[in-house]
């Protein structure tokens, strides 16, 4: 079980990220557009890097759903490694199952 800190932390990132994902993504695009003059695009960037720094997705940290676990984490299931493994020999998770060979 992870910290319940770093959890609430990461949940605040989450939802910062998503009150700036529309002027991030207007923003990032400004700034490589080719018919732009380069005042405008250096207007853009820095306006892109005043943003808050929790404002960016590469700021998230992929987390076990149940618990919290920061590493092994497997998009698939939204779970980690361990957690995964559990559910899949109980039958939790459907199409799933231990291979044998």
Not at 51 to 71: I, M, V, Y
């Amino acid at each position: 079980m992870a910290k319940t800190s770093k959890i609430a932390r990461n949940e605040q990132r989450a939802a910062v990220v998503a009150r700036y994902a529309e002027r991030r993504r207007e923003l990032k695009a400004a700034s490589v557009d080719p018919h732009r003059s380069a005042a405008e695009r250096a207007a853009a960037m820095a306006a892109l890097h005043a943003l808050p720094r929790d404002a960016s997705p590469a700021r998230l940290r992929n987390r076990d759903l149940a618990a919290g676990r920061p590493r092994g984490h497997l998009r698939v299931a939204g779970v980690s490694r361990v957690r995964f493994r559990q559910m899949a020999l109980r039958g939790e998770l459907p199409g799933i199952r231990k291979a044998s060979w």
